[in-house]
């Protein structure tokens, strides 16, 4: 085991040729980090135990390792003192280097897979960070400082910054998760890994790549779209089905096809001057809340697995085009989306998590007052038949929209929504937000 772990920082040219690992493959090539910003590296300090050490899968946390380019100066490992059951059980202690403006990635990742997370600022010069963490697949972090982190976040000044804004959360990825309903379905991965490159190749400026669908990938919209809006005159906001309407007339919204990032970029830029620009995958919450301060949607180009066409583990063209984009065609909206971005620019970690968990429930699942009668406006719902229904429906809890109570509310990414949100109408929830 130490073997394995020892060589990762050198194995990227071997890990290239995993073909079953198409989406971190791509990670690996076009970076999930930028090897040229100015933030610098930060060592970092890690010991950790592993439970039940043969049975664990190791090959994930290597490739994590791999995905933030780390570079390992010591590496050390140990039976465990107290060891249960057996010698499966192994303490590990490694130091090494990553770049800093991944530090907040790392830290945000631990705490979407772990349980407990606890941090302590206990020396504003040299930043240290002390976590105790208990992870649900038995790999317990104990101790970890960083050293060199600067206190202000690295963020974009300027609108060619955002092609560093692509740093990636994996926990949904097909390759990695093997609950994703394409994950034992290679052709579907290296379908995945073709949009991964478009996204990382793609430059502020580039035309937006243009995407010839498969007919399976057609069948999959089709059905989509089919069963959403057939709810929309009933169930969506005057705001979506107008823009969505317009779109059906300009940007070819159709059963039979799937819009192109070209056109409704250009739609969007000349209603409310937001524009889109593909993204690989679920994005970090600064990465993709900074792109809308600029007012840039970073929007997927795959489509959902064909097995699961109602459900998304991860967001998809469907949801993009289907639930974000009408709404961007709405000024008072798109003002908004762009409020909460300019607020996340070089904001703490504390703040970005209220930040998202704000937007989480206005712009993904969001609910506000129209004639008498209760709307959708957030895309997750507006994207999701089955949320859509459930929650205009008389089983989840309504609160009124408070930026304040919202912002620290829990939330639920794995069901449907226990409470939402209800705005009087997006003006007011705009005028509160400011």
Same mark, same amino acid.
């Given at each position: ?250 940007? =070819? ?87 909460? =971005? ?93």
């Amino acid at each position: 085991m130490k073997t394995d772990l020892v060589g990762i920082s050198g194995q990227k040219e071997e890990a290239s040729k995993e073909k079953e690992m198409c989406g971190i493959e791509s990670l690996n090539r076009r970076g999930s980090l930028d090897s040229n910003r100015e933030d610098g590296r930060a060592t970092v300090i890690l010991t950790l135990t592993l439970f039940n050490v043969r049975k664990i899968e190791l090959s994930k946390a290597a490739k994590v390792f791999e995905v933030f380019e780390t570079q390992i100066h010591h590496f050390e490992t140990r039976q465990a003192k107290k060891p249960k059951n057996s010698a499966d059980r192994l303490d590990i202690f490694v130091e090494c280097e990553v770049h800093s403006a991944d530090v907040s990635i790392l830290i945000t990742s631990l705490k979407r897979v772990a349980e407990d997370v606890k941090t302590s600022r206990e020396d504003k010069a040299s930043a240290q960070l002390i976590f105790s963490v208990s992870f649900k697949n038995h790999l317990t972090l104990s101790h970890l400082t960083l050293a060199a982190f600067s206190p202000v976040p690295w963020f974009p000044r300027k609108i060619q910054d955002l092609d560093k804004c692509h740093h990636l959360i994996t926990k949904c990825d097909p390759s990695l998760d093997h609950g994703h309903p394409g994950h034992a379905d290679l052709e579907y991965k290296k379908r995945r890994a073709f949009f991964a490159d478009l996204a990382f190749n793609y430059r502020a400026g580039d035309p937006l790549p243009c995407v010839e669908y498969t007919a399976q990938e057609i069948a999959t919209w089709r059905e989509v779209y089919k069963k959403l809006s057939s709810l929309y005159p009933t169930h969506a906001c005057t705001q979506y089905l107008d823009a969505f309407q317009q779109l059906e007339k300009y940007c =070819g919204y159709q059963e039979d096809n799937i819009p192109q990032l070209q056109d409704v970029s250009r739609f969007l830029k000349e209603r409310t001057g937001f524009q889109l620009r593909p993204a690989a995958g679920l994005l970090s919450a600064r990465d993709f809340l900074a792109s809308l301060a600029f007012r840039v949607f970073q929007s997927t180009q795959y489509i959902r697995h064909f097995s699961s066409p109602m459900h998304s583990p991860e967001p998809d063209c469907c949801h993009e085009l289907l639930g974000h984009v009408p709404l961007l065609a709405d000024k008072e909206f798109a003002q908004f989306s762009q409020d909460i =971005g300019l607020a996340s620019l070089g904001s703490s970690e504390a703040e970005i998590e209220k930040l998202a968990t704000l937007y989480w429930f206005t712009v993904e699942f969001g609910l506000c007052k129209q004639n008498g009668s209760i709307k959708a406006y957030g895309a997750g719902l507006l994207s999701s038949y089955g949320e859509l229904m459930y929650a205009l429906s008389n089983k989840p809890e309504y609160k009124p929209f408070d930026p304040e109570v919202t912002a620290v509310h829990p939330y639920q990414d794995q069901a449907f929504q226990p409470v939402y949100f209800i705005a009087e109408n997006l003006e007011d929830a705009k005028a509160k937000l400011q």
